[in-house]
C-alpha cells in the first residue's frame, strides 16, 4: 500500500504537494490480517481499457483510497470500441485518461504517475499494485484472475466470471487459497431495483412461484461496426495498434486477426473467446435470479432446451443467436429463459402477483404491491450503491464483497450449462450443483473444460 504522505484533505483540495512523478511505495505495508490500514491507498492496475474498462475506471479514479497506477493492453490505441464503436481504447489511452485525472486533481499539469504494460504478468510484477481490474474478453478472465490471486492481489473481475464451468471452479479455489478480495463485476446487484424485486420474492409477497421469465437478446449484434470492418477474410497481419495478438489470443487456439471476429466486442459470438448473449446478459439477469431464490451457493438441477439450434462449430460465428430453454431448481421452481421474453426478468406467482425488473425499471401486478414495506423481521439483502466502492471495502474491512467469485461462478454456471447442451444437441441436461457434474454424460462433463493453447495452463 502507499503511504499517504499528506493529508486526504489537502491531497482532495489538490494542495501541491506532490511531485509530477509521486513517490511510489511499495505494496507492503500493511494493517492487521493483512488487510490496509485506513491510512492507506490502495494502488490499482488495469487490465484492459476497452468497452467495459472506460466504465469501470472512474469510478476508481473517484474513488480517494485508490490511485491508479498502471494501464495493461495488448492494444497501444485502437478505435471501435464501446456499443456504438464510439470509444478508443488500449494502454495509450488509459493512461492519458489516468495521468489526466490525476494532473486536474494535483494541479500538476506534467503528472505521469501511470505506466503502462502490454504483458499483464509484467504489470503484476513490476507495477507495484495492490488490485487489479480485469476488463478483457472472457477467454481471459480466469487464467487472469488465477495469475493475479496467487500473486496475493485483490481482484475486481468483469463478467461474465468464466469461459466454462471448470475454470470457474478453479478461480474460486485460487482466490479462497490466496485469502484474497475478489468481487464480480455483475453490478446489477448494486441497483436498488433488483435487490427490491429479490426481497420481495424471498419474503413471499408473490407466493409460491409459478416461473420466472427472463428476456436476454438474441443475434449477433456488430455493436456500430461498419460493413467494410466485418469482412472474415484474415489479415495478412493484425492492425498495426494490436501489438501482441498472439497474446490477446492467449490460451485460445492460434488463427489470424479476422476482422469480422477480433474487433471489439464481435469475438463474443464465437465459444472460443465467448458463450454469446447467453453468457454476456445471463451474468447479469441470472445473477438476479440466483439471489432472488436464495441460491447463491447452488443451482438448479436440470436445463431443458425447448427451443433454438447452435451453427456448426467451424463457423465464425457459432453461439445460439435464438434460444428458449427452462432451468428447473430441486424444489420445482422453473426458469423460462428466451431471446423472446420481455427483456429482463419476471417473477409470476401461483396467485397471479407479478414483478417485473429490467434496466432501471420496476413493476408490479397489482401496481400497489411495490408500496410494500419490508418489515424489520424479515429478509433484507445487503444495499449498496457502486459496485467498485463495495470492492474496495471490502478489501479494507475483509468482509465478503456482494457478488464474490463464488456468487460470479454459481450465477454463470447456469448459462455454460445451456450453452453445453445447445452444442451437444442435447434436449435435457441433469447437473448435481453439490458435486458440480453433469450425471451419467462423460461427453457433456467433457465441457465443462476448455482445452488451453500451450504454454498457458490454469
Not at 494501464?71 to 495521468?99: F, L, Q, S, W
Not at 490477446?248 to 471476429?261: E, N, T, V
Not at 445460439?320 to 430441486?330: C, D, I, S
Amino acid at each position: 500500500m502507499k503511504k499517504l504522505l499528506i493529508s486526504r484533505r489537502r491531497f482532495l483540495a489538490g494542495a501541491a504537494v506532490m511531485s509530477a512523478a509521486p513517490l511510489i511505495i511499495p505494496a507492503s505495508a500493511l494493517g492487521r490480517d493483512g488487510r490496509p490500514a485506513p491510512s492507506e491507498r490502495i494502488n490499482v492496475g488495469m487490465i484492459g481499457y476497452g468497452t467495459m474498462g472506460h466504465d469501470n475506471i472512474g469510478n476508481f479514479l473517484y474513488d480517494e483510497r485508490c490511485q491508479l497506477v498502471a494501464v495493461c493492453d495488448v492494444v497501444t490505441e485502437g478505435k471501435y470500441y464501446g456499443y456504438k464503436a464510439e470509444r478508443t481504447g488500449g494502454h495509450i489511452p488509459g493512461m492519458n485518461r489516468v495521468n489526466g485525472f490525476y494532473a486536474e486533481k494535483t494541479g500538476k499539469p506534467d503528472y505521469k504517475g501511470c505506466r503502462t504494460f502490454v504483458d499483464f504478468r509484467e504489470m503484476i510484477e513490476k507495477g507495484d499494485v495492490d488490485a487489479v481490474v480485469i476488463s478483457v474478453p472472457d477467454h481471459w478472465h480466469c487464467l487472469m484472475g488465477i495469475h493475479a490471486a496467487r500473486k496475493g492481489k485483490h481482484i475486481y473481475g468483469q463478467k461474465p466470471l468464466s469461459l466454462c464451468i471448470g475454470q470457474g471452479r478453479a478461480l474460486c479455489n485460487a482466490v479462497k487459497a490466496a485469502g484474497v478480495t475478489f468481487q464480480t463485476g455483475s453490478q446489477r446487484r448494486s441497483e436498488d431495483y433488483n435487490r427490491m424485486a429479490c426481497e420481495f420474492v424471498r419474503n413471499g409477497r408473490l407466493g409460491p412461484l409459478d416461473r420466472i421469465e427472463v428476456g436476454i437478446p438474441g443475434g449477433y449484434s456488430t455493436w456500430g461496426k461498419t460493413p467494410d470492418l466485418l469482412t472474415t477474410e484474415p489479415l495478412p497481419k493484425p492492425p498495426p495498434h494490436m501489438v501482441d495478438f498472439d497474446l490477446w489470443l492467449g490460451p485460445a487456439k492460434a488463427r489470424p486477426f479476422i476482422p469480422a471476429l477480433h474487433y471489439p466486442l464481435i469475438w463474443r459470438w464465437n465459444f472460443d473467446y465467448s458463450g454469446g448473449y447467453i453468457t454476456d446478459w445471463g451474468a447479469h439477469f441470472l445473477d438476479i435470479v440466483q439471489w432472488a431464490l436464495g441460491k447463491d451457493a447452488s443451482g438448479p438441477v436440470r436445463v431443458d432446451i425447448v427451443s433454438g439450434e447452435v451453427p456448426p462449430p467451424e463457423s465464425i460465428y457459432n453461439t445460439a443467436k435464438a434460444f428458449a430453454f427452462e432451468l428447473v431448481y430441486a424444489e420445482g421452481t422453473r426458469v423460462v429463459v428466451s431471446n423472446t421474453c420481455r427483456s429482463g426478468i419476471t417473477f409470476i406467482g401461483k396467485n397471479g402477483k407479478q414483478i417485473f425488473t429490467g434496466l432501471g425499471k420496476l413493476e408490479t401486478e397489482p401496481a400497489e404491491l411495490v408500496r410494500e414495506k419490508i418489515r424489520d423481521d424479515e429478509i433484507k439483502l445487503f444495499r449498496n450503491a457502486v459496485h467498485e466502492r463495495n470492492f474496495i471495502d471490502c478489501i479494507y474491512s475483509g468482509k465478503t464483497p456482494l457478488t464474490d467469485c463464488e456468487i460470479g461462478h454459481r450465477s454463470i454456471t447456469l448459462a455454460h450449462l445451456a450453452n453445453i447442451a445447445y452444442r451437444l444437441g442435447r434436449k435435457t441436461l441433469k447437473w448435481d450443483p453439490v458435486a458440480e457434474r453433469i450425471p451419467d454424460d462423460p461427453e457433456a462433463n467433457a465441457l465443462q473444460h476448455v482445452p488451453l493453447r500451450a504454454p498457458w495452463v490454469l
